[in-house]
């Protein structure tokens, strides 16, 4: 369980319930401290790397300008159509109070009734496609068509084949139909089934659970680890079993819903700081020691920093050496939810620790999912024995949810032993050399090309900037058109300014699929107007030969 320490601030000087001063100086010089060593990292040792900054280049102003333009067009027109809706000119398919009902309290908000009908309605075409195959490097699409402008579809019975996906958190390649690769799944299935039909707690156990967590803890350098059925419910679910009221959460203002749901779940007390901003987060943690709790002033029973190791909207990689430091400077804990990093980062694919040189074993409480770059689904908790221990008995997650399918089990444990070779082979880290090679390869020719793309340069994630709500549409439906799946997001999943194709790179994409998006990408993006980047860089073809590209040392 994590123990619970007391602070107190006397003349702006930390100390613990010792009452010994804090005396090691924290000061942080190019992402690292002070009198960082090189740290053992679950397979070894590993230099710290060079960071790289994440890149978040602004739009020019008038891309600003008509993008709220272009929202207040549209917002008008929706308007003018519910004034005609109210008139009986146009039909209504949107659900709605009934008139015996007007004064009771609304079952559907208004604004968002307003919104999802008049903007979403528009390009409601770009979500939720029919996928009728193997969501690998390709796929196909049942194709659909709308007779009433998005309200409902139909389905042609026609099919839209080997469509490149670009939108999937396959990272590593996992998720496949290979034969040779899945013989140990197959086998899994025929011993224990596909169902469970209970809890770990009750007739749920299996060895072949125990054998998972046992993995996992190993592949993360830690001592223990737990596995859940639901990456969501991973984090929504434990932090309320981690703190409660008395206790402060200090939350990265871009965390996941499931991060922030798990933490309004607790009952603690929220303050959230600014991405990836040190300065913000020191002065809350400054704040929070010295004031302590609102009206009592008593200090706070736990203060929990969450943060993510990729963020999946923005592509950036969290700052931790620098939220370590500060972790430590005032006897803090550490939740770090690696949910995309895992697998998908460092050297040997063990995460955003590995990358940083950082020893795993200083983060109090390592999250993960399975659901990204080992193919499968659900995801751990991992750390301290005791923290683990604490879980099995106190977590809702733990306590109440059926246990992981057998054969999806088998699945996470094949794909982590690739990785780390145990099963004899080094396909393993050619993924993972293979997903950072294609990354940095999309990444600096998008840039050469004039987008505006976020986050770092080893991240996988690459969110490419449209702006304007018009072109969120046409951006998607003209890379269909050219047999390339998509994500498209736009208000309120991101900022109204900032809508955006977010792709997702992966260990199956070969060359010529990467190639044959960018040249889309490129005769597109001078179509519609969104190569928007100030700092174009001239294409040197000669680094990028399929030969001669590599990481860099």
Same mark, same amino acid.
């Given at each position: 369980?994590?123990?619970?320490?007391?602070?107190?601030?006397?003349?702006?000087?930390?100390?613990?319930?010792?009452?010994?001063?804090?005396?090691?100086?924290?000061?942080?010089?190019?992402?690292?401290?002070?009198?960082?060593?090189?740290?053992?990292?679950?397979?070894?040792?590993?230099?710290?790397?060079?960071?790289?900054?994440?890149?978040?280049?602004?739009?020019?102003?008038?891309?600003?300008?008509?993008?709220?333009?272009?929202?207040?067009?549209?917002?008008?027109?929706?308007?003018?159509?519910?004034?005609?809706?109210?008139?009986?000119?146009?039909?209504?398919?949107?659900?709605?109070?009934?008139?015996?009902?007007?004064?009771?309290?609304?079952?559907?908000?208004?604004?968002?009734?307003?919104?999802?009908?008049?903007?979403?309605?528009?390009?409601?075409?770009?979500?939720?496609?029919?996928?009728?195959?193997?969501?690998?490097?390709?796929?196909?699409?049942?194709?659909?068509?709308?007779?009433?402008?998005?309200?409902?579809?139909?389905?042609? @019975?026609?099919?839209?084949?080997?469509?490149?996906?670009?939108?999937?958190?396959? /990272?590593?390649?996992?998720?496949?139909?290979?034969?040779?690769?899945?013989?140990?799944?197959?086998?899994?299935?025929?011993?224990?089934?596909?169902?469970?039909?209970?809890?770990?707690?009750?007739? &749920?156990?299996?060895?072949?659970?125990?054998?998972?967590?046992?993995?996992?803890?190993?592949?993360?350098?830690?001592?223990?680890?737990?596995?859940?059925?639901? &990456?969501?419910?991973?984090?929504?679910?434990?932090?309320?079993?981690?703190?409660?009221?008395?206790?402060?959460?200090?939350?990265?203002?871009?965390?996941?819903?499931?991060?922030?749901? @798990?933490?309004?779940?607790?009952?603690?007390?929220?303050?959230?700081?600014?991405?990836?901003?040190?300065?913000?987060?020191?002065?809350?943690?400054?704040?929070?020691?010295?004031?302590?709790?609102?009206?009592?002033?008593?200090?706070?029973?736990?203060?929990?920093?969450?943060?993510?190791?990729?963020?999946?909207?923005?592509?950036?990689?969290?700052?931790? #050496?620098?939220?370590?430091?500060?972790?430590?400077?005032?006897?803090?804990?550490?939740?770090?939810?690696?949910?995309?990093?895992?697998?998908?980062?460092?050297?040997? &694919?063990?995460?955003?620790?590995?990358?940083?040189?950082?020893?795993?074993?200083?983060?109090?409480?390592?999250?993960?999912?399975?659901?990204?770059?080992?193919?499968?689904?659900?995801?751990?908790?991992?750390?301290?024995?005791?923290?683990?221990?604490?879980?099995?008995?106190?977590?809702?997650?733990?306590?109440?949810?059926?246990?992981?399918?057998?054969?999806?089990?088998?699945?996470?444990?094949?794909?982590?032993?690739?990785?780390?070779?145990?099963?004899?082979?080094?396909?393993?880290?050619?993924?993972?050399?293979?997903?950072?090679?294609?990354?940095?390869?999309?990444?600096? %020719?998008?840039?050469?090309?004039?987008?505006?793309? /976020?986050?770092?340069?080893?991240? #996988?994630?690459?969110?490419?900037?449209?702006?304007?709500?018009?072109?969120?549409?046409?951006?998607?439906?003209?890379?269909?058109?050219?047999?390339?799946?998509?994500?498209?997001?736009?208000?309120?999943?991101?900022?109204?300014?900032?809508?955006?194709? %977010?792709?997702?790179?992966?260990?199956?994409?070969?060359?010529?699929?990467?190639?044959?998006?960018?040249?889309?990408?490129?005769?597109?993006?001078?179509?519609?107007?969104?190569?928007?980047?100030?700092?174009?860089?001239?294409?040197?073809?000669?680094?990028?030969?399929?030969?001669?590209?590599?990481?860099?040392?």
């Amino acid at each position: 369980m994590i123990r619970t320490e007391e602070l107190h601030s006397c003349n702006g000087t930390l100390k613990s319930h010792s009452g010994q001063k804090q005396t090691e100086n924290y000061t942080l010089k190019n992402g690292y401290h002070k009198n960082e060593k090189v740290q053992k990292n679950g397979n070894g040792f590993h230099q710290p790397r060079v960071r790289g900054e994440d890149s978040f280049e602004e739009a020019p102003m008038y891309v600003a300008v008509l993008t709220y333009m272009g929202y207040g067009i549209v917002i008008l027109f929706g308007y003018f159509r519910d004034f005609l809706r109210a008139v009986g000119l146009e039909k209504c398919h949107q659900a709605q109070e009934r008139e015996e009902q007007k004064d009771f309290v609304p079952l559907y908000q208004d604004f968002e009734n307003f919104y999802k009908r008049n903007l979403y309605m528009r390009v409601r075409d770009n979500w939720n496609r029919p996928i009728c195959s193997l969501p690998g490097p390709v796929f196909d699409l049942m194709e659909r068509v709308s007779d009433d402008y998005n309200w409902t579809f139909r389905l042609t @019975g026609r099919t839209i084949e080997n469509v490149i996906n670009m939108g999937s958190y396959n /990272y590593l390649g996992f998720a496949e139909n290979n034969v040779d690769f899945l013989k140990t799944v197959a086998e899994k299935t025929r011993q224990y089934g596909v169902g469970v039909c209970s809890t770990r707690q009750e007739l &749920g156990n299996f060895s072949i659970h125990e054998e998972l967590e046992q993995l996992v803890a190993d592949f993360l350098g830690v001592e223990s680890a737990m596995a859940f059925g639901m &990456g969501f419910a991973t984090n929504s679910m434990n932090i309320p079993a981690l703190v409660g009221k008395g206790c402060l959460i200090l939350s990265d203002e871009l965390n996941h819903t499931s991060l922030i749901l @798990g933490a309004r779940l607790s009952g603690a007390t929220i303050r959230v700081f600014k991405h990836n901003n040190m300065q913000s987060l020191e002065k809350l943690l400054k704040e929070a020691i010295c004031s302590g709790q609102p009206r009592t002033h008593r200090s706070w029973k736990k203060i929990l920093i969450m943060v993510e190791g990729i963020y999946s909207m923005e592509g950036s990689l969290v700052r931790l #050496p620098e939220v370590i430091a500060l972790k430590k400077k005032y006897k803090a804990y550490l939740y770090l939810d690696e949910a995309h990093s895992i697998g998908a980062v460092g050297p040997t &694919g063990r995460g955003v620790t590995e990358h940083f040189g950082v020893d795993p074993k200083e983060i109090d409480v390592l999250m993960g999912t399975f659901t990204k770059s080992f193919g499968a689904t659900g995801g751990y908790i991992a750390g301290k024995k005791e923290l683990v221990d604490y879980l099995r008995c106190h977590s809702h997650s733990a306590v109440y949810a059926t246990a992981m399918s057998p054969p999806v089990v088998e699945q996470i444990i094949r794909a982590i032993k690739c990785i780390m070779g145990v099963d004899g082979t080094t396909e393993g880290q050619r993924r993972v050399r293979q997903l950072a090679e294609n990354t940095r390869y999309f990444r600096s %020719r998008l840039k050469e090309m004039g987008f505006i793309i /976020y986050g770092n340069r080893d991240s #996988p994630v690459i969110p490419l900037l449209l702006y304007q709500p018009g072109k969120v549409g046409a951006f998607s439906r003209a890379m269909l058109k050219r047999k390339i799946g998509v994500v498209v997001v736009g208000f309120p999943a991101t900022t109204i300014t900032e809508a955006r194709a %977010r792709f997702c790179v992966s260990a199956a994409h070969t060359r010529d699929m990467l190639n044959k998006v960018l040249q889309s990408l490129d005769e597109l993006g001078d179509y519609i107007r969104v190569k928007f980047s100030r700092h174009r860089r001239p294409y040197r073809p000669e680094l990028y030969a399929e030969t001669n590209f590599r990481l860099d040392s």
